[in-house]
């Protein structure tokens, strides 16, 4: 939805919910079996049971920015954009079973038996916050420039390390429409271009890796004659300063096109750093327990990519 504020400025808003229940409910029922007096002769498919398992999933995308595009004096362009966006998700899982039932005729989890019971329920949420800004100037079509700033918070760091902050820059200069170039008449189009920016990566990580957790076992330890105490331990080690990956990338290219359009190219060189990737680091043995991954890591990528095409105009479409 676009709501037009004054001239050159709006306001843009998009919201996507999206909701899913599943609700199953199964029922084993035994099977008796007669001889040809017809007397019960022998039963199939017992233990009779019957379970449920629901579930339920809500994802949720809220977007909200405002957009201003303005021309002064017939060579400045200037715009600005700044907004923010909400993005969730929800799951919910119960699952319970009972069995034993002396009738089939009506069978709810409450008139199974007690005995053997099953019970279980799971489930996971992670909401990720955004604020974004963009802010881009051009010069008689020739010069331009552009900064970006956006801000991201995630529900799958600890409250102290949830937000990272990624800038960005890039600056392209349309060099063929110089008249000391256009005047050759060798390119018919030709431009530089370079840009640096971060961003953050948070791959890999659990939703509550930054919660240390307990496991119940299914096993007890007697103690005594008479008390089972159930086994617990703890199940991980957590970093609290764990935090966003930030992939740092520079780059520096340049587009061309002559021969009327037909002959195309470009060429990329850029380099990429990842001054705090997320590793797993070895401890001694007799710590007993899995550590956690944390921003120890750096990794370094360069290269370059370049392209060149034909493309035939046909006169007869212009």
Same mark, same amino acid.
């Given at each position: 939805?676009?709501?037009?504020?004054?001239?050159?400025?709006?306001?843009?808003?998009?919201?996507?919910?999206?909701? &899913?229940?599943? =609700?199953?409910?199964?029922?084993?029922?035994?099977?008796?079996?007669?001889?040809?007096?017809?007397?019960?002769?022998?039963?199939?498919?017992?233990?009779?049971?019957?379970?449920?398992?629901?579930?339920?999933?809500?994802?949720?995308?809220?977007?909200?920015?405002?957009?201003?595009?303005?021309?002064?004096?017939?060579?400045?362009?200037?715009?600005?954009?700044?907004?923010?966006?909400?993005?969730?998700?929800?799951?919910?899982?119960?699952?319970?079973?009972?069995?034993?039932?002396?009738?089939?005729?009506?069978?709810?989890?409450?008139?199974?038996?007690?005995?053997?019971?099953? $019970?279980?329920?799971?489930?996971? $949420?992670?909401?990720?916050?955004?604020?974004? &800004?963009? !802010?881009?100037?051009? /010069?008689?079509?020739?010069?331009?420039?552009?900064?970006?700033?956006?801000? =991201?918070?995630?529900?799958?760091?600890?409250? =102290?390390?949830?937000?990272?902050? /990624?800038?960005?820059?890039? $600056?392209?200069?349309?060099?063929? =429409?110089? #008249?000391?170039?256009? &005047?050759?008449?060798?390119?018919?189009?030709?431009?530089?271009?370079? #840009?640096?920016?971060?961003?953050?990566?948070?791959?890999?990580?659990?939703?509550?890796?930054?919660?240390?957790?307990?496991?119940?076992?299914?096993?007890?330890?007697?103690?005594?004659?008479?008390?089972?105490?159930?086994? $617990?331990?703890? #199940?991980? !080690?957590?970093?609290?300063?764990?935090?966003?990956?930030?992939?740092?990338?520079?780059?520096?290219?340049?587009?061309?096109?002559?021969?009327?359009?037909?002959?195309?190219?470009? /060429?990329?060189? /850029?380099?990429?750093?990842?001054?705090?990737? !997320?590793?797993?680091?070895?401890?001694?043995?007799?710590?007993?327990?899995?550590?956690?991954?944390?921003?120890?890591?750096?990794?370094?990528?360069?290269?370059?990519?370049?392209?060149?095409?034909?493309?035939?105009?046909?006169?007869?479409?212009?």
């Amino acid at each position: 939805m676009t709501w037009k504020i004054i001239d050159g400025l709006n306001l843009i808003g998009r919201a996507t919910v999206r909701k &899913s229940d599943s =609700d199953q409910y199964q029922v084993s029922k035994g099977i008796y079996y007669n001889n040809w007096l017809d007397a019960n002769s022998g039963r199939n498919r017992f233990p009779n049971y019957a379970e449920r398992n629901y579930t339920k999933n809500l994802s949720k995308n809220f977007t909200l920015y405002a957009e201003y595009k303005k021309t002064f004096g017939e060579k400045h362009d200037f715009g600005f954009m700044v907004g923010a966006s909400h993005e969730s998700a929800d799951y919910d899982r119960f699952w319970a079973k009972r069995q034993d039932y002396d009738q089939q005729v009506s069978m709810p989890l409450n008139l199974g038996s007690s005995e053997n019971q099953e $019970a279980s329920s799971q489930g996971n $949420a992670w909401t990720i916050n955004s604020v974004f &800004s963009r !802010l881009n100037y051009g /010069f008689a079509g020739k010069y331009f420039i552009e900064a970006t700033l956006r801000g =991201d918070g995630s529900s799958r760091f600890a409250s =102290d390390a949830r937000w990272g902050y /990624f800038p960005g820059v890039s $600056a392209t200069w349309r060099i063929s =429409d110089e #008249s000391w170039m256009s &005047s050759t008449g060798i390119f018919d189009d030709l431009k530089f271009r370079a #840009s640096w920016g971060e961003t953050g990566n948070q791959s890999g990580i659990g939703y509550y890796d930054y919660i240390s957790l307990i496991d119940i076992s299914g096993s007890y330890y007697p103690f005594g004659s008479s008390t089972k105490g159930q086994m $617990a331990r703890q #199940s991980n !080690l957590v970093s609290n300063a764990r935090t966003w990956e930030t992939v740092a990338t520079t780059n520096v290219g340049v587009d061309f096109a002559v021969l009327g359009d037909r002959l195309y190219g470009s /060429f990329d060189y /850029f380099w990429k750093t990842n001054r705090n990737m !997320l590793i797993p680091v070895t401890y001694p043995s007799v710590l007993g327990i899995a550590a956690p991954r944390t921003n120890s890591g750096k990794l370094k990528i360069w290269g370059w990519e370049a392209v060149l095409g034909w493309r035939d105009v046909n006169s007869a479409t212009l």
